[in-house]
């Protein structure tokens, strides 16, 4: 808000008021330089970017684009946040994720800023038994424990709560999860569980332990399924409700079945889409609890974890800015705990330094960025609340579709959850294929010559049930074709850039196929002659006049000189002796796996 001096003086008094329309018809002139005859709100959408969901990001947003008020972090419907005080006191939890039992590792992490733990349970990650030495020298009742243990979920839990009374921690002082996911579990594996066991740790947690709760909400799967936005928060509803459905049946009130829950989603590096979600997220559960009768229960604890969709294996170093971009989102979005993957997550077993540059992200971020001294940052920007308004929207539409189906359950036992995610995957699968979505390091400025840091084999995770999806996974079957090929013949596949015409006609072409044909680990060549390159394809690199002159001409000496296959870097034309094109836009995968089977990379 904007607070006028005494005497009213206000800064844009000597300007003449401007309308919108106005503004659109400057954006039009703009576009018209391009080529683009448009006028009025079409000016306006032609540089609106479409989202998943049926979303869309407009370029200008005013106070006209109106949303639900959020009201004030710690009263519902908890858009600004939970709690009044937010994170303001200390930032956010510090939550680090530990699979296996590696040194000193866990200790390592309290020492230096971490302040909770998340403990991978199971027979090939932490063994139950080996629970007590993975925590041996923790503070139990300092360091907050959160179990993920699968199928393991009540042999752990019990395991936890007996350290708990052997290292003398006080019921009230116990702080933490136990994990408890039945349904995220059964959309990893397809492997159905029992809910009694789950319902008698909710039931001993809220009578015996206040400040630990019994279950997590996990949205991952459905993430990693290759779901959007609103599927997440769809999926996480129907599964929240579930839930609550089973806990008040076991006998729980509504406020002590709220209080059980804690949810769990993926933070990406769209940074406005993750803090809208979020907020989005805490706004629907504070309907569901709005309706169940327990409006005061309905402030949603949420643990954000950087997604695993966007951490690639090539050039991994880049993940580090991925997920600070996501962490620092994930904060802005009023997340209570926040657990930052190291950048060789997609590589295998974290080192300490991987380990240390994922906890000092929040740390700089908390201590020396001092993001977490406002509540809700992005609170009162117009764009922000609409999209968080329509994400709620998108959101509880998709919680309907699932309710109508039964419920989570009958959602995945019959395919049709999965179906959905698989749909949404495909269609960002198409843009991730004609780089419409780049991946930096993989589909666009791509590094052949790098070595990737070894590292050890991670724990197998939990499959049979939903797949798991990567943004490079396409990309990096490419890069694995070429590496064989590498190991079997000593060399990579090779394309000679034949360049016409000077530096200035040729330069922003030859780039351009350069990075597409090194995404598919095909190595492009431009020195020297095609008959030196050891290439058998070859791509044309100039400008459209001079391929008018010259590109057929060109074409046949190189046909005749034993190219197999002529590119040629541009739009499609009606060009001799010319097989086929490579243009902005074009199905990148497809061209180089197509490439690479004529080069009998296999």
Same mark, same amino acid.
């Given at each position: 808000?904007t607070?006028l001096?005494?005497?009213?003086?206000?800064?844009?008094?000597?300007?003449?008021?401007?309308?919108?329309?106005?503004?659109?018809?400057?954006?039009?002139?703009?576009?018209?330089?391009?080529?683009?005859?448009?006028?009025?709100p079409?000016?306006?959408?032609a540089?609106?970017?479409?989202?998943?969901?049926g979303l /869309?990001?407009?370029?200008?947003?005013?106070?006209?684009?109106?949303?639900?008020?959020?009201?004030?972090?710690?009263?519902?419907?908890?858009?600004?946040?939970?709690r009044?005080?937010?994170?303001?006191?200390g930032?956010?939890?510090v939550?680090? #994720?530990?699979?296996?039992?590696?040194?000193d590792?866990?200790?390592?992490?309290?020492?230096?800023?971490?302040?909770?733990?998340?403990l991978?349970?199971?027979?090939?990650a932490?063994p139950?038994?080996?629970l007590? /030495?993975?925590?041996?020298?923790?503070?139990?009742?300092l360091?907050?424990v959160?179990?993920?243990?699968?199928?393991e979920v009540?042999? !752990?839990? #019990?395991?936890l709560?007996?350290?708990?009374e052997?290292?003398?921690? !006080?019921r009230? !002082?116990?702080?933490?999860n136990?994990?408890?996911d039945?349904?995220?579990?059964e959309?990893?594996?397809?492997?159905?569980?029992?809910?009694?066991?789950?319902?008698?740790?909710? #039931?001993?947690?809220?009578?015996?332990?206040?400040?630990?709760r019994a279950?997590?909400v996990?949205?991952?799967?459905?993430?990693?399924?290759?779901?959007?936005?609103?599927?997440?928060l769809?999926?996480?509803?129907?599964?929240?409700?579930?839930?609550?459905?089973?806990?008040?049946e076991a006998?729980?009130?509504?406020?002590?079945?709220?209080?059980?829950?804690?949810?769990?989603?993926?933070?990406?590096?769209d940074q %406005?889409?993750?803090?809208?979600?979020?907020?989005?997220?805490?706004?629907?559960?504070?309907r569901?609890?709005e309706v169940?009768?327990a409006p005061?229960?309905?402030?949603?604890?949420?643990h954000?974890v950087?997604?695993?969709?966007?951490?690639?294996?090539?050039?991994?170093?880049?993940?580090?800015?991925?997920?600070?971009v996501?962490?620092l989102?994930?904060?802005?979005?009023?997340?209570?705990?926040v657990?930052?993957?190291? %950048?060789?997550?997609?590589?295998?077993?974290?080192?300490?330094?991987?380990?240390?540059?994922?906890?000092n992200?929040?740390?700089?971020?908390?201590?020396?960025?001092?993001?977490? /001294?406002v509540i809700?940052?992005?609170?009162?920007?117009?764009?922000?609340?609409?999209?968080?308004?329509?994400l709620?929207?998108?959101?509880?539409e %998709?919680f309907?579709?699932?309710?109508?189906?039964?419920?989570?359950?009958?959602a995945?036992?019959?395919?049709?959850?999965g179906?959905?995610?698989?749909?949404?995957?495909?269609a960002?699968s198409?843009k991730?294929?004609?780089? /419409?979505?780049?991946?930096?390091?993989?589909?666009?400025?791509p590094?052949?010559?790098e070595?990737?840091?070894?590292?050890e084999?991670?724990?197998?995770p939990?499959?049979?049930?939903?797949?798991?999806?990567?943004?490079?996974?396409a990309?990096?079957?490419?890069?694995?074709?070429?590496?064989a090929?590498?190991?079997?013949?000593?060399s990579?596949?090779?394309v000679?850039l034949?360049?016409?015409?000077?530096?200035?006609?040729?330069?922003?072409?030859?780039?351009?196929?350069?990075n597409l044909?090194?995404?598919?680990?095909?190595?492009?060549?431009?020195?020297?002659?095609?008959?030196?390159?050891?290439?058998?394809?070859?791509?044309?690199?100039?400008?459209?006049?001079?391929?008018?002159?010259?590109?057929?001409?060109? !074409?046949?000496?190189?046909?005749?000189?034993?190219?197999?296959?002529?590119?040629?870097?541009?739009?499609?034309?009606?060009?001799?002796?010319v097989?086929?094109?490579?243009?902005?836009g074009?199905?990148?995968?497809?061209?180089?796996?197509?490439?690479?089977? #004529?080069?009998?990379?296999?």
């Open positions: 808000m607070v001096p005494d005497d009213g003086l206000s800064l844009a008094a000597e300007f003449p008021a401007t309308t919108h329309e106005q503004w659109q018809r400057l954006v039009a002139g703009v576009l018209r330089k391009s080529n683009k005859d448009v006028k009025g079409q000016a306006e959408e540089l609106s970017t479409a989202l998943e969901d /869309r990001t407009r370029p200008l947003y005013t106070a006209h684009d109106t949303a639900p008020p959020p009201g004030f972090p710690g009263f519902a419907p908890f858009v600004r946040g939970g009044p005080e937010g994170n303001t006191v930032g956010w939890d939550r680090q #994720r530990h699979a296996t039992l590696v040194g590792a866990v200790l390592g992490d309290l020492e230096n800023g971490v302040t909770s733990l998340w991978t349970v199971g027979p090939d932490i139950v038994a080996s007590a /030495r993975a925590l041996d020298g923790v503070y139990l009742d360091a907050p959160v179990l993920d243990a699968g199928q009540e042999p !752990a839990a #019990r395991e709560l007996r350290l708990y052997e290292r003398g921690v !006080a009230e !002082a116990a702080r933490g136990l994990g408890a039945p349904l995220g579990h959309a990893r594996t397809g492997e159905e569980s029992a809910f009694a066991p789950v319902a008698e740790l909710a #039931r001993l947690c809220a009578e015996q332990y206040p400040g630990l279950l997590t996990d949205a991952l799967p459905y993430h990693e399924a290759g779901g959007s936005a609103a599927q997440e769809g999926a996480s509803l129907a599964t929240g409700v579930a839930y609550l459905r089973e806990l008040t006998g729980l009130s509504v406020e002590q079945a709220c209080a059980q829950l804690e949810f769990r989603y993926a933070a990406t590096a %406005f889409l993750t803090i809208a979600k979020l907020r989005a997220a805490r706004r629907l559960w504070a569901v609890a169940s009768g005061a229960a309905g402030a949603q604890v949420q954000a950087t997604s695993p969709v966007m951490m690639s294996r090539r050039d991994p170093w880049v993940n580090m800015l991925r997920t600070t996501a962490t989102a994930a904060g802005v979005g009023g997340a209570d705990s657990t930052v993957l190291p %950048f060789d997550h997609a590589l295998g077993l974290p080192d300490a330094f991987a380990r240390r540059i994922a906890r992200t929040s740390t700089i971020l908390v201590e020396e960025s001092h993001l977490a /001294r809700d940052p992005a609170g009162g920007s117009w764009y922000v609340e609409r999209l968080t308004d329509e709620a929207h998108a959101g509880w %998709f309907q579709w699932i309710e109508g189906l039964g419920g989570p359950a009958p995945l036992r019959s395919g049709r959850l179906e959905a995610l698989a749909t949404t995957w495909a960002r198409a991730l294929a004609k780089r /419409r979505e780049p991946i930096t390091g993989v589909s666009e400025f590094n052949l010559a070595r990737l840091p070894h590292r084999p991670a724990p197998v939990p499959s049979g049930g939903l797949p798991r999806v990567r943004r490079d996974e990309y990096e079957a490419l890069r694995a074709r070429s590496d090929h590498l190991a079997a013949t000593g990579r596949p090779r000679f034949a360049t016409i015409g000077p530096a200035a006609a040729h330069s922003a072409r030859t780039t351009f196929v350069s044909f090194q995404a598919g680990g095909i190595e492009p060549v431009t020195d020297g002659t095609f008959a030196d390159s050891g290439a058998t394809e070859v791509c044309l690199c100039s400008s459209d006049t001079l391929y008018e002159e010259q590109a057929a001409t060109v !074409a046949a000496e190189l046909k005749a000189a034993g190219a197999s296959h002529v590119f040629l870097a541009g739009r499609p034309g009606q060009y001799t002796d097989d086929a094109y490579v243009f902005a074009c199905d990148a995968v497809a061209v180089l796996s197509a490439t690479l089977d #004529r080069m009998g990379a296999s």
